[in-house]
């Protein structure tokens, strides 16, 4: 079992910044594929970015060069620094946990609200 909570969401105006904290407990970190996906209102849920066990990333195009994925196995956490943050950022951001990196996740965390507005 792996228990995942997030933290850093919050209100920020368009062209700010937020930096998303995942922390996990329960198994070992490391062997994890990590994700962070969003939810906006009325919308599906979607995958944001991704970094694998061994520290390899991809991003959805609409977010590429603003946001980076980022992990640290010593402290079972994983970031998401999110700049230049645009109003269709918003939603609900959930992080993921997956032992196989094609399937879907394992474990889920239990969000944190970014809303993007001025």
């Known amino acids: 079992q792996v228990q995942l909570v997030e933290s850093g969401g919050g209100l920020v105006q368009p062209g700010g910044s937020l930096r998303l904290s995942c922390v996990a407990s329960?198994?070992?970190?490391?062997?994890?594929?990590m994700g962070w996906y969003r939810q906006a209102p009325g919308k599906q849920r979607e995958l944001v970015a991704h970094?694998?066990?061994?520290?390899?990333?991809n991003y959805r195009d609409s977010v590429k060069g603003r946001f980076t994925i980022s992990r640290d196995n010593a402290r079972n956490t994983v970031h998401l620094q999110m700049n230049s943050l645009k109003p269709e950022d918003t939603g609900v951001y959930y992080c993921?946990?997956?032992?196989?990196?094609?399937?879907?996740?394992?474990?889920w965390g239990q969000g944190t609200h970014v809303t993007v507005s001025s």
């Open positions: 329960g198994s070992i970190f490391s062997i994890y594929h």
């Open positions: 993921c946990a997956k032992k196989v990196v094609v399937s879907p996740c394992d474990y």
């Open positions: 970094i694998t066990s061994g520290g390899n990333t």
